[in-house]
């Protein structure tokens, strides 16, 4: 008889834990993004490319990598345009530049720099807007001409950037 009384308070104090928890949600993200409820569409708007010397298709590659990393990561359907949030902006800078010089005057490695500016726009939460500059780096050995490694330092470099704009933009870092 008293075993059946603890069985059935057990079972209410069971059946009472699982509403109280249905009462309240809880979001979880792998990837460290805090997204508003409310934003539920996103746009990305063509990276123009402003950086002398930079190759021509530099500004899809990036266009088409933060859209992906922004699919991938989050629940946002992307629109084309009017997007609750909304990404814009253009490569300005893309530079070469000698690293480790050696005793003879010439560079044992070379520094490709990608500079990104970027205009985010938060239509539900503005004071998360920013219009900031990203920039990362990847050298290469002097021996090898850039059009040899540029696409897999681009993205490398590309990789980078849209891990820094996504967390400026989704986890407030």
């Known amino acids: 008889m008293i075993s059946i009384k603890k069985t059935l308070s057990r079972i209410w104090i069971l059946i009472f834990l699982v509403f109280l928890s249905s009462c309240f949600s809880v979001h979880y993200s ?3 993004a805090s997204i508003s409820p409310e934003v539920k569409t ?27 990393k922004i699919q ?8 084309t345009d009017g997007g609750d949030v909304y990404f ?3 490569i300005i800078g893309y530079d070469v530049t000698p690293q480790a010089v050696q005793s003879n005057d010439k560079a044992a490695q070379n520094r490709l720099t990608v500079t990104v500016r970027v205009r985010f726009v938060n239509n539900v939460e503005p004071k998360y807007n920013f219009d900031t500059n990203f920039s990362r780096y990847s050298d290469f050995s002097a021996s090898q001409m ?3 490694v540029e696409q897999k330092l681009v993205n490398n470099i590309f990789d980078e950037i849209t891990e820094d704009i ?3 933009a989704f ?3």
């Open 88 to 90: 814009e902006g253009e």
């Open 42 to 68: 996103c746009t990305v708007r063509y990276f123009q490319n402003r950086a002398p010397n930079a190759s021509p298709v530099l500004a899809q590659q990036l266009t088409d990598k933060l859209r992906e």
């Open 171 to 173: 986890a407030n870092w």
């Open 72 to 79: 991938n990561s989050t629940r946002l359907t992307m629109l």
């Open 146 to 148: 850039l059009y040899e």
């Open 30 to 32: 792998t990837t460290g």
């Open 166 to 168: 996504f967390n400026k």
